[in-house]
């Protein structure tokens, strides 16, 4: 019998992050607590000390992923804040935080619990929590700086937003390859207006 190795305090920890590792290689279908375990190294009753069920292990994975991809957004508005190329800062952000987290990536936008974003008249509609939320307001307050209609705001967001997802894609896919640093090449795309 495979002996259990011993999680002096940080089980929680370890199961969360095998746990997103699972549903990115297995989808929410495959996901079960006991395949955590096994992953952990521990009995496939240990994770029911930190968990009631799998559910709330993927609620945990869920806001855990969200929220640190969101706190990212926020440094990077932050540090840009009334810089002429603060949109530029979070698109560059955006696209680091994607290539150092690629499971998150995955999660994000490609499992049960990806972000949706809807444009519905002149406003966009997005759960609580979704980072998009972040980057759009970051994206706005910089924006109309350069532009006062509303929906061409919105227009121009959902093209920055389009950038720095569909460069992060492309990378992560390795459909694109790139001599330069990817962190400028996003910033030249991102800049609008005198610099």
Known sequence: ME???????TLKEEM?????????DEGIK?????KVAAMCGVSHTAPYKHFKNKE??????SERVLQSFSECLKQAIEEGKNKKTSMAEVGKAYVKFMLEHKEYF??????????SV???GKHFIYQKGNPFEVFCTGATTYLKNYVQDEQQINYIILSMWSIVHGISTLIINESFEYEGDYEELVGKMLTIGPI
């Open 3 to 9: 002996k259990m190795s011993y999680h002096h305090g």
């Open 16 to 24: 969360i992050e095998k746990g997103l590792t699972l549903i990115n």
């Open 30 to 34: 495959g996901f079960s607590l006991r």
């Open 56 to 61: 709330e292990l993927m609620e945990v994975i």
């Open 106 to 115: 995955k999660f994000i936008f490609f499992s049960d619990y990806k972000v």
């Open 118 to 120: 809807c444009l519905k």
